[in-house]
């Protein structure tokens, strides 16, 4: 964040983290574990989706990368935030756009988990390519993406098992709640961030929205012909993980130009995830069917 942000950066991180576990909390009570025998049965899908989340993703942003000809701080940023997948909002986007109800939350549970694997393995080939000596411990990892995304989701699912007559009433109301904290901290990251994201400049802005419209066409066509599958893959694909990519950065001392970047990328590419969003219920994508 901006050294002189209106908004503390302390207040912000506790009403993010209390904003993701409401989240994640409320994602979990209203999935069905039942469903996901629908998963088991569609393997070959899984394997694309996590392609174009894991593999085809960073790869398209170090092509776009190369091709603006951005300063490397700029680069970098992009490219961190293009190997950090699995943004905790990403799920509830998906559902809400009429993503898979089996196979959207199947499908962020795996990239969480996996992120802490391919999230190192991409830094260090990443070395490679930019002569750097940048470095993650997976147990950083770990422990945020546990707390973070699986802790809560894990926990709805459980307290929907357990008390499935309670749930009915309580969820929605869990539901709003999170949509309101949700509003609330996006409108603070703004307050802070905005003169970074305009300070931006048009070929970084370029290349974000260029990543990010690339991801959104390449989990839409790896996904099958299903528009639940498409959606869910395509929302998964786009929205990456700021708070992951930001720990590379922290960890690593990257120069403050680089964060500045990863703020910018998770404002245009929400920006461009939402227009997503609404064309997949313009269109019928939220009314695609779902599997028994």
């Known amino acids: 964040m ?22 994640m909390l409320a994602v979990g009570l209203a999935i069905v574990p039942g469903e996901f025998r629908w998963v088991f049965d569609h393997p070959a899908l ?3 989706g996590l392609f174009a989340v894991l593999v085809a993703v960073p790869a398209i942003a170090l092509v776009v990368c190369r091709i603006a ?14 190997i950090s997948p699995g943004a905790p909002v990403a799920l509830r986007r998906s559902l809400g756009a009429g993503g898979h109800h089996a ?5 962020q549970i795996l990239v969480a988990v996996l992120a802490v694997v391919s999230l190192p393995l991409w830094v260090a080939a990443l070395d490679e390519v930019y002569a750097g000596r940048a470095s993650i411990a997976p147990s950083h990892l770990a422990w945020q993406v546990f707390t973070a995304q699986l ?5 709805g699912m459980l307290v929907r098992v357990a008390f499935p007559t309670h749930v009915a009433a309580f969820e929605p109301k869990l539901a709003r709640a999170a949509g309101v904290l949700l509003f609330a901290l996006t409108i603070l990251v703004l307050v802070n961030v905005w003169e970074v994201v305009a300070g931006a400049g048009f070929r970084l802005a370029a290349a974000i929205g260029a990543v990010t419209a690339l991801a959104l066409a390449a989990g839409h066509a790896l996904a099958g012909p299903e528009a639940a599958t498409r959606t869910a893959v395509a929302i998964c694909s786009a929205a990456r993980n700021p708070g992951l990519a930001l720990v590379v ?3 690593n001392a990257l120069p403050p130009a680089v964060a500045a970047t990863v703020l910018a ?10 227009g ?3 064309w997949r219920r313009r269109t019928g994508g939220a009314s695609a069917p779902q599997p028994p």
Request: glycine share 2%.
């Open 151 to 155: 802790l809560p989701l894990a926990l």
């Open 2 to 23: 901006p050294v002189d942000a209106p908004v503390p950066e302390q207040v912000l991180a506790v009403l993010a983290a209390v904003t993701i576990f409401t989240v």
């Open 249 to 251: 950065a922290t960890r």
């Open 276 to 278: 997503y969003v609404l």
């Open 46 to 48: 899984l394997v694309k």
């Open 265 to 274: 990328y998770l404002v245009i590419s929400a920006l461009i995830v939402l």
């Open 69 to 82: 000809d951005l300063p490397r701080a700029a680069e970098v940023g992009i490219v961190l935030m293009a």
């Open 103 to 107: 196979f959207a939350p199947a499908l």
